[in-house]
Nanobody
Framework: QVQLVESGGGLVQAGGSLGLSCTASGRSFSTYTMVWFRQAPGKEREFIAALNWSGLSTAYADSVKGRFTISRDNARKTVYLQMNSLKPEDTAVYYC?????????????????????WGKGTLVTVSS
């Protein structure tokens, strides 16, 4: 069983930056597609960014493109989400998720996309 643990959430002022990490257990992290989602209070879960197993293919939601960067370190079994120029509307619980299978290409997903493993989330609050 794979466990994903997010960290790095917190309170930040609008315009600031925050970096999230998601560390996985298990042996096969390097083969997973890794995805960040978020869910704001009272709203549906939203796709944020995806990264294929090699790190060579990425996809971003329009709402974060140019501000957020997804990356991974397979040796550390960790995926990162660097968030810059944060806005109050970025306030949400951020979840990382993993999809098995060595996809060579990733694309924008639906917030209800089927994933194989999920973390429990980390809260990001952006104050105005």
């Amino acid at each position: 069983q794979v466990q994903l643990v997010e960290s790095g959430g917190g309170l930040v002022q609008a315009g600031g930056s925050l970096g999230l990490s998601c560390t996985a257990s298990g042996r096969s992290f390097s083969t997973y597609t890794m995805v960040w989602f978020r869910q704001a209070p009272g709203k549906e879960r939203e796709f944020i960014a995806a990264l294929n197993w090699s790190g060579l293919s990425t996809a971003y939601a329009d709402s974060v493109k140019g501000r957020f960067t997804i990356s991974r370190d397979n040796a550390r079994k960790t995926v990162y989400l660097q968030m810059n120029s944060l806005k109050p509307e970025d306030t949400a619980v951020y979840y990382c998720a993993a999809k098995t299978g060595m996809s060579h290409y990733v694309e924008v997903m639906d917030g209800n996309a089927g994933m194989d493993y999920w973390g429990k989330g980390t809260l990001v609050t952006v104050s105005s």
